[in-house]
């Protein structure tokens, strides 16, 4: 038997070997940097009012920024999400709630109604980005 030339043989193979790891690193890597130009799905902005107008409501600052996750009450009673102390809001005026994929707002039968774009609330109605909200003196942005 002769080793030299097994010898020869083996460092052939391990070479071999040494440069298929190589080009599967290299593979790995271009796959990597290929992949991490793709765009990232966005994230979903918050849907949320903005406060416009504070009127009479002194927790109220303008341009702030109320959240909305599913079902936010707004009155003048401490049992809703958001409390008014406004004299021309009920103590349950008003209510925004997610129904499927769009939110809803709905008049809670309050004695001096509530206004969308300037036209009183009669029904139920979908609120879009922009909406102008009006809630006894305050006025509110719809944002998301």
């Not at 271009?30 to 902005?45: F, H, L, Q, T, W």
């Not at 406060?51 to 341009?63: C, D, M, R, T, Y």
Request: aromatic share 6%.
């Amino acid at each position: 038997m002769d080793f030299s030339r097994l010898s020869t043989v083996l460092r052939f193979a391990i070479m071999a070997v040494v440069y298929i790891i190589i080009f599967l690193a290299l593979r790995i890597m271009y796959k990597d940097i290929k992949g991490g130009e793709k765009k990232k799905p966005a994230k979903k902005k918050a849907f949320g009012l903005e406060v416009i107008e504070a009127g009479q409501n002194p927790n109220l600052k303008e341009g702030s920024i109320v959240p909305i996750h599913g079902e936010l009450t707004i009155g003048r009673k401490n049992t809703n999400n958001l409390v008014l102390e406004d004299q021309f809001v009920s103590g349950n005026h008003v209510r925004i709630f997610l129904r499927n994929t769009d939110y809803m707002l709905e008049d809670l039968g309050s004695t001096n109604g509530t206004k969308v774009n300037e036209q009183r609330l009669e029904e139920r109605v979908i609120l879009k980005v922009g909406d102008e909200i009006e809630v006894g003196s305050a006025v509110f942005k719809v944002i998301g």
